[in-house]
């Protein structure tokens, strides 16, 4: 079983900054790839970034390439969403998951996905 929890969410002006955390609780963490995904009210869940179990696999939507820096510290089995210069739609839930074959197929869909933290809200204020 594997279990994550994410962290660091909350209220922030435009152009503000924000350091999501997700820590996972799992034997063989340093092989898995990470996700953030994140939905906002009344839209679907969206791919935000993925990292692979080799640190240099990363991916990000292109809504967010050049402000969002997604990382991950295997010996804290902890994944990291750096978010600058936020903008209102980037308002959401915001879900980190884990892809427990570390393969990343499909990085982009949440299908291909095993495990989803609770979710942390951000919200970014005009």
């Given at each position: 079983q594997v279990q994550l929890a994410e962290s660091g969410g909350g209220l922030v002006e435009a152009g503000g900054s924000l350091r999501l955390s997700c820590a996972v609780k799992g034997r063989?963490?340093?092989?898995?790839?990470?996700?953030?995904?994140?939905?906002?009210?009344?839209?679907?869940?969206?791919?935000?970034?993925?990292?692979?179990?080799?640190?240099?696999?990363?991916?990000?939507?292109?809504?967010?390439?050049?402000?969002?820096?997604?990382?991950?510290?295997?010996?804290?089995?902890?994944?990291?969403?750096?978010?600058?210069?936020?903008?209102?739609?980037?308002t959401a839930v915001y879900y980190c998951a884990t892809d427990i074959t570390g393969l990343m197929q499909i990085y982009a869909a949440p299908d291909d996905y095993d495990y989803w933290g609770q979710g942390t809200q951000v919200t970014v204020s005009s």
């Open positions: 063989t963490f340093s092989l898995y790839a990470m996700g953030w995904f994140r939905q906002a009210p009344g839209k679907e869940r969206e791919f935000v970034a993925a990292i692979g179990k080799k640190i240099d696999t990363i991916y990000y939507a292109d809504s967010v390439k050049g402000r969002f820096t997604i990382s991950r510290d295997n010996a804290k089995n902890t994944v990291y969403l750096q978010m600058n210069n936020l903008k209102p739609e980037d």
